[in-house]
């Protein structure tokens, strides 16, 4: 077996390296700069029932280290996912994992549910999602309602579940557990951190949704801690995000207990840094003379 293929478990990949969800659209703008097929996996931008406009602007904004975004999953919903978007990355030869988001746990079984006789490497739900029956609390934050939503997807869809964690809490590894007993196959750790930034002259909060999501390098030792914290509590593999840059991030996820990793951010800054962290890795094992299954989890011993 090549040094660089990632067992997820219920999959081998040729390599560990994909993007992270909403930080490549669907890949049509990057495929014309790489074949998308080099990379391990696809992870598709998030897919609710229904079209969503997002969140009033700025929606975006840089701060040191990281940016800040409140996108308000904007998509064009399910219909537009599986008769447009989902054809042409079935089309490129590589592994889709079709992120999904929605406001109740039935917009998660809707979605999962048009989505399972597709030919796809899995889903990934994202329960960063503010669970409107619950005063906007995310469904991720309580391992119960992360068990309960798991395990309502699991009943209606065959396809391998990866269950993206949500960092604002306080014990990750009770809703990892959750979603573990819930039958997810694999989790993603993490998604992004709550923060804001207020713009001084206007005295008012420079993001429309006054907060948002904070991501890139400035969380990378956050992100790095849950996935320790996370790999050692469940027995599923793990799915490293939060920070990645460069190689040796990606070595440091892997050691960590990560069995692949994803890049969001830092791939705004460098359209070629996915690619590069392929080939990167593949020299990087070349000369450490191992492979990446004997890296995962290695820091532990
Ligand atoms: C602009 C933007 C949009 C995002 N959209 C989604 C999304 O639709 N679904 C999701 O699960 N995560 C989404 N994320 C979170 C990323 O997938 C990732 O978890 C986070 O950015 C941390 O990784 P990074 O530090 O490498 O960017 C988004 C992040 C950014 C910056």
Known sequence: MSRIVADLGFACLKNPIMPASGCFGWGREYS???????????VTKAVTPEPR????????????GGVLNAIGLENRGLTAALT??????????????????????????????????QNLLGLELNLSCPNVREGGISFGTDAKTVYKLVSRVRQVCPLPLVVKLTPNVTDITEPARGAEAGGADALTVINTLRGMAINVRTRRPVLGNVTGGLSGPAIKPVALSMVWQVATAVS?????????????DVVEFLLAGAAAVQVGSAAFADPLLLPRLVSDLESWLEREKCSV??????AHS
């Open 32 to 42: 014309q700069l790489f074949a998308l097929n080099i990379l391990g996996a696809v």
């Open 53 to 64: 406009p997002g969140n009033p602007g700025p929606r975006v904004t840089e701060t040191p």
């Open 84 to 117: 447009e978007e989902l054809p042409w990355l079935q089309s490129q030869g590589v592994p889709i994992l079709v992120n999904v988001a929605g406001r109740t746990e039935e917009d998660y079984v809707q979605v999962a549910e048009a989505l399972g006789d």
């Open 236 to 248: 599923i593999p793990v799915i490293g995000c939060g920070g990645i840059a460069q190689v040796e």
């Open 293 to 298: 299954e004997e890296l995962v989890g290695a």
